[in-house]
């Protein structure tokens, strides 16, 4: 029972490239999140999927797409990164309830030069 | 814009004394509230939640809410150097049914 895992760990990409994060969670969760910690900010949430097949814009969306590609997996892409995405990304997800009770994954430093 | 404010600190605390974390938020809407451990290079990791007025006491963990104050707290009793950490505190978005974070305290305890 591994909860939320997330893929890489680290990166470091060149301006301009794209690359996609992926995430997936063992716990049966309907809603899952993406969030970007940067010092000083607080976590923010880029977009978040309330259930299988659905998907919404959170507070900092631009730059960035999401697929929820089943009930396990929600990846987050970065189309042309820019060294402003230069963050710590967090995948969470939590069992969809009026608690919104968020486990998160490892984390993926990501650097953009 | 809703939004959680936090003391970004560093809140330092003898061993053995109650560290006392604080942050209000602005959403009215907002009925559960949550704090999250973050330990330095690590990801957040649920501590409590309370979503009614008052108390509510997990071992050495105590949330308190006010909701005609907007304010949450949380207390730490009985402090340990392994309690130094930053502490993330988050109100459910009604909205979205998501978290919003505040952008969290970093408490010290001193040995």
């Known amino acids: 029972n591994a909860g939320v895992t997330q893929t890489p760990k680290f990166q470091v990409l060149k301006t301009g490239q794209s690359m996609t994060l992926q995430c997936a969670q063992d716990?049966?969760?309907?809603?899952m999140y993406w969030y970007r910690q940067d010092p000083g900010m607080g976590l923010r949430l880029i977009y978040y999927?309330?259930?299988?097949?659905?998907?919404d814009k959170g507070e900092v969306p631009n730059g960035y797409n999401v697929s929820r590609l089943n009930k396990r997996e929600f990846s987050l892409r970065l189309e042309s990164a820019a060294p402003s995405q230069t963050s710590v990304y967090f995948c969470?997800?939590?069992?969809?309830?009026?608690?919104?009770?968020?486990?998160f994954g490892q984390g993926t430093r990501l650097t953009v030069v | 814009q809703k939004e959680v404010e936090q003391n970004s600190g560093p809140l330092s605390v003898p061993e053995g004394a109650i560290a006392s974390l604080n942050c209000t938020y602005s959403d009215r809407g907002s009925q559960s509230f949550f704090w999250y451990r973050q330990y330095s290079g690590k990801s957040p990791e649920l501590i409590m939640f309370i979503y009614s007025n008052g108390d509510k006491e997990d071992g050495r963990f105590t949330a308190q809410l006010n909701k005609a104050s907007q304010y949450v707290s949380l207390l730490i009793r009985d402090s340990q150097p392994s309690d130094s950490a930053t502490y993330l505190c988050a109100g459910m978005d009604t909205g979205r049914r998501a978290l919003t974070f505040g952008s969290g305290t970093r408490l010290q305890v001193q040995p």
């Open positions: 999927s309330a259930s299988e097949g659905t998907t």
């Open positions: 969470a997800s939590s069992e969809q309830s009026w608690i919104v009770e968020a486990f």
């Open positions: 716990m049966n969760h309907n809603s």
